[in-house]
């Protein structure tokens, strides 16, 4: 690894710490904040490979959340739920940077131990009627990459 990645981990790490505490305490994230969170993860993955695979990974997401978005919109419209009411675009934002630079095999099996994680969190906690996702998935997204960083060394 080099030294610019572990400044990129670092940095990462403490965007998605703050991210947390914002999303906790206001329910609201700075759009700053997710800007800059989201180039420091780009930016990270391309100093890493090549365009391309990014590329295949943001076409991937594009069909996976599209069928995902499908899905969620059928649910809550039977529940009668506005989807405006039940993700935010901080949550929408942070999910598609997090897919594209997530390999399209890890991607299904990381979303999915997300979503249980975050539900399951949720269902101990219970301090919100929402689950703050675009702080779980920052610090999710965190923890994987200290853990993907320690298995390349």
């Given at each position: 690894m080099s030294l610019i990645n572990l400044i990129f981990s670092f940095v990462i790490v403490l965007l998605s710490i703050i991210l947390l505490y914002q999303d906790?305490?206001?329910r609201l994230i700075n759009l700053w904040l997710?800007?800059?969170?989201?180039?420091?993860?780009?930016?990270n993955f391309?100093?890493?490979?090549s365009y391309l695979p990014w590329l295949y990974n943001v076409l991937f997401s594009i069909v996976y959340f599209?069928?995902?978005?499908?899905?969620?919109w059928i649910y809550l419209r039977q529940k009668k739920i506005s989807l405006n009411n039940a993700i935010g675009l901080a949550d929408i934002i942070l999910l598609f940077v997090v897919a594209s630079v997530t390999d399209y095999e890890l991607?299904?099996?990381f979303f999915t131990v997300f979503f249980i994680t975050c539900c399951l969190i949720y269902l101990v906690l219970k301090?919100?009627?929402?689950i703050p996702m675009a702080g779980y998935l920052a610090?999710?997204?965190s923890i994987w990459l200290i853990i993907s960083q320690i298995e390349l060394t």
């Open positions: 906790f305490k206001t997710i800007i800059l969170f989201s180039l420091c993860v780009v930016l391309l100093l890493q490979h599209a069928f995902s978005y499908l899905i969620v991607q299904i099996y301090k919100h009627k929402t610090l999710f997204y």
